[in-house]
């Protein structure tokens, strides 16, 4: 996980190492040559004994296997497949009428079965399916190795007081199986958080299944979703798992959620009240114990009022809201992050960064990061790639954060009107206007908002007791644990 904006699926089809255990030598050549027709690189064999130490000597990532073996009891390889350290995918092959023992190879760990005999598109479809299954195994495995790191609490860097109060919900949250809605502005850290979550709980053993559903077209969503059954649409020419099946007994993060379709609302809204779903296509009813968490930068609110966004499902899914602040308001964590990410940049850009020159730290804590803490790390990447040595300076900063604007004057008349005006009104409210954005800007710690006016905390405070500002800001400290300020 980069923080490059990377839209690519992690399930993108590619050559697979292959493990074909099949006795019968003409089925076994003629699969094989299928397979390396496709670019696949296969290795055959007969026997089931030769096949685990083939298994434990070489990383294959997909073992084909026949049920029947001469050698070995076909369930017996499955089991022991699934100890090695690399687990491959097990895809198992029946003969006409073993049903019964498919279902068996299924319980004892193979991702899937095929029926004898089959097509070259069923055995592709299969192939890419299984592929999918060990990207998001690896991608997993990946991420478990992160978050053992550094970071009591995931990957998660912050000083501030409004994360520290983010990270305590995701702390209580992460060991329930509550529905989480993750809210924030584009960049601030929201898949962060879901990873969190599944990481430090009780199922973190299963997989932590990512859907951005504003990224997948909506005809394909739902069999992404829920899976499909051979023969559901046109190009369905073998039955797929859905990622809530892959999510089976771990999460299940669906990213982008105010993306839905009014059709897919219904259907989600059915899974999280009834834990049950169909795949495309399909009659038989699957329950599922995936947990859900759930993440948007829109307004759900704003969408459940134009009717966009069901008001029943936003509710089944705002079960717990962690809301991520977006970096302008925890100023705190910006030197933190930028550390982060010299760090992390040094070593992976192999650059050797130094650190950051008060001017430049200063202008970085000044500026708004629209895009958040993905901003700061795209900049800071570019910076190890071009600079690679010594300190970030003023010079390395891209042109908007040199030449930033003035903050800007909200409202200012642009002439006095033809009846005059009230100058100490008019410099008064003004005055009351920047003092305000100080402290929103600050999370109303009072101390860093007259650091910002360049004025100092006692002359802040005697203002903040005028009439004219004491209401609003009786009205905002009300909802703020900072009101009384360190
Ligand atoms: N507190 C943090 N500590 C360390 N890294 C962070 C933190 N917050 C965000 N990041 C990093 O910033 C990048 C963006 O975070 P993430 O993808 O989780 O944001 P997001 O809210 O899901 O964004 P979007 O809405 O655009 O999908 C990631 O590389 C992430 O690792
Ligand atoms: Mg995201």
């Known amino acids: 996980m980069g923080i490059d904006d990377s839209t690519e699926s992690p399930y993108d089809e590619t050559m697979a190492h292959i493990l074909l255990v099949e006795d019968e030598a003409d089925v076994r050549e003629s699969l094989k040559s299928q397979l390396e027709g496709e670019g696949h690189e296969v290795v055959g064999t007969e026997s089931g004994i030769e096949a685990i130490a083939l298994a ?6 997909i073992v084909l296997t026949d049920v029947m073996l001469p050698d070995l009891n076909g369930l017996d390889l499955v089991q022991r497949l699934k100890q090695l350290p690399h687990k491959p995918v097990v895809v198992v092959m029946t003969g006409y009428g073993s049903v019964e023992m498919a279902v068996k190879a299924i319980k004892a760990g ?21 592929l999918r299954v060990k990207a998001l195994h690896e991608e997993n495995q990946e991420l478990r190795k992160t978050v053992k790191g550094q970071f009591s609490l995931g990957r998660l860097v912050s000083s501030s007081h409004v994360m520290k109060e983010v990270f305590r919900l995701v702390e209580c949250v992460a060991d329930t199986d509550s529905t989480v809605l993750v809210l924030g502005e584009s960049g601030t850290g929201k898949e962060l958080i879901a990873q969190t979550i599944h990481f430090n709980s009780l199922r973190r053993k299963g997989n932590l299944v990512p859907v951005n559903c504003g990224a997948i077209p909506e005809a394909l969503l739902e069999s992404e979703l829920f899976g499909h059954e051979k023969g559901a649409f046109t190009g369905a020419i073998a039955s797929r798992v859905g990622r809530f099946e892959l999510a089976a007994g771990g999460t299940i993060f669906l990213d982008e959620i105010g993306d839905l379709s009014p059709p897919l609302q219904v259907k989600l809204l059915r899974v999280l009240q009834e834990r049950t779903f169909e795949r495309v296509g399909g009659t038989r009813t699957y329950k599922t114990d995936a947990r859900v968490i759930a993440a948007t930068n829109q307004d759900l609110e704003t969408l459940v009022a134009a009717k966009q966004f069901r008001e029943d499902l936003f509710y089944r899914l705002n079960v717990v809201p962690v809301i991520v602040p977006p970096l302008r308001q925890r100023v705190e964590d910006i030197p933190l992050l930028i550390q982060h990410f010299v760090n992390q940049f040094n070593d992976r850009r192999g650059a050797e960064l130094t650190g950051v020159t008060p001017e430049a730290m200063a202008l970085l804590c000044e500026y708004s990061w629209p895009g958040n803490v993905r901003e700061l790390g795209n900049i800071v990447e570019r910076i190890a790639i071009l600079k690679r040595k010594g300190y970030l300076e003023l010079e390395d900063l891209p042109e908007k954060i040199r030449q930033q604007p003035m903050p800007s004057i909200p409202n200012v008349p642009a002439a006095i009107p033809v009846g005059g005006l009230d100058l100490s009104r008019a410099v008064e409210e003004f005055e009351n206007r920047l003092i305000l954005e100080a402290l929103e800007r600050t999370n109303w710690v009072k101390s860093k908002a007259a650091r910002l006016l360049q004025i100092n905390r006692t002359t802040l405070i005697e203002k903040l007791k005028k009439k004219s500002l004491a209401e609003v800001v009786t009205q905002r400290t009300c909802s703020s644990d900072d009101a009384t300020d360190s």
């Open 110 to 130: 193979a991702f899937e079965f095929l029926q004898k005999p089959f097509s070259v598109d069923v055995l592709s479809a299969m192939v890419t399916s299984a």
């Open 56 to 61: 434990e000597s070489s990383k294959f990532d």
